[in-house]
């Protein structure tokens, strides 16, 4: 069995499970509105999913080193697929703790902000590795994956109901852990990949000379937010709040874009582009919208854009891996090398 197979079959069950959600739960209201919405079977079946997907992402790198084929191909199908992965993870669970509806949930201003901190934190690895060229994998995002399977699996067994009651001094469980994440981010992530490109300074094994070079992969990432937060603060429409899903998948596929390409340039020792493509299309269409141009349109526009992220990044990631698949002379799904013409 091919590394990359593995890898994309513990994608392709996290794709099937927040489809599955989203199909009991567009809006994000199913768990607090009305309990029994969405089926126990579908909480028991996200645990699985996540455990599984999981589980492959951890043994892909093992099994490529013990039959021999790590290649960068192989490393860039496994982070790009987890750039990609990381909001999908994220975009499910807010179904758990539901949309605010006056008493309990979290508001949507509160997903969003969730997402860019875990988004941010997913960043900071690949940062740190364009500038170290090690990666380091903080221990943050083992405890995640454990954090989300039991969810599902209390979800499951003791229903929705259990988020919507206070845990300790009038806080739930969704308020302790946005503390928890946000704790996490500032004070245990960020600072350690700080401290880690400090050390490769002191030791003089850093890969960018210059200040310029190492801040690089950030503008993009950082002007992509900016524009993203003035779309959802100044809204006429609100939309963020009238289309949460597509919004938030959009703010994910436009993120995991941005990182491939990171990911991509410190592979191959080059500098990524100052600015990506994305910031400027998005651009238009947020100044179009916060000025009023677009009106009633705005949740179309939104669609429309949504759509054509999605085909662009897949478009993008079928061709880088047709072109390492051919360079290489690998398959990317099988151990059988290409027979050259």
Request: proline share 4%; with cysteine.
């Amino acid at each position: 069995i091919a590394p990359n197979l593995l890898t994309f079959s513990g994608f392709v069950m996290i794709l099937v499970n927040y489809f599955l959600i989203s199909f009991y739960d567009w809006d994000y209201t199913a768990s607090g509105t009305g309990p029994g919405l969405v089926p126990t079977w579908v909480w028991l079946f996200s645990a699985f999913t996540t455990f599984c997907a999981y589980a492959l992402d951890s043994i892909d790198g093992k099994h490529a080193r013990r039959t021999q084929s790590s290649t960068p191909l192989g490393e860039l199908f496994d982070h790009g697929l987890d750039s990609w992965a990381t909001s999908i993870f994220v975009l499910s669970f807010f179904s758990v703790c539901s949309r605010d509806n006056g008493k309990t949930g979290v508001s949507v201003y509160t997903m969003y902000i969730y997402l860019s901190i875990v988004l941010f934190n997913f960043m900071c690895s690949h940062w740190e590795k364009y500038n170290t060229g090690v990666l380091f994998l903080p221990w943050g995002y083992d405890i995640s994956q454990v954090v989300l399977i039991t969810a599902y699996l209390l979800t499951g067994a003791v229903g929705v109901e259990v988020w919507q009651k206070p845990l300790l001094f009038g806080y739930y469980i969704t308020d302790v852990l946005v503390i928890l994440l946000i704790g996490f981010s500032l004070f245990l992530s960020f600072p350690q990949t700080l401290y880690n490109i400090h050390r490769a300074y002191l030791k003089k094994t850093l890969k960018n000379d210059s200040l310029y070079e190492g801040l690089l992969p950030l503008v993009s990432p950082l002007l992509l937010f900016i524009l993203l937060t003035v779309w959802v603060f100044l809204s006429p429409s609100n939309i963020l709040a009238k289309q949460p899903r597509l919004f938030l998948w959009m703010v994910g596929v436009a993120f995991s874009n941005v990182i491939c390409k990171v990911i991509i340039c410190q592979m191959s020792s080059t500098q990524p582009e100052l600015f990506h493509w994305f910031l400027f299309p998005l651009a238009l269409v947020v100044y179009a919208a916060i000025s009023g141009l677009l009106g009633w349109t705005e949740e179309a526009v939104l669609a429309v854009l949504t759509v054509l992220v999605t085909a662009a990044h897949v478009h993008f990631g079928v061709c880088v891996g047709r072109q390492l698949s051919e360079h290489l002379n690998i398959y990317i799904f099988s151990l059988k090398k290409r027979v050259q013409e």
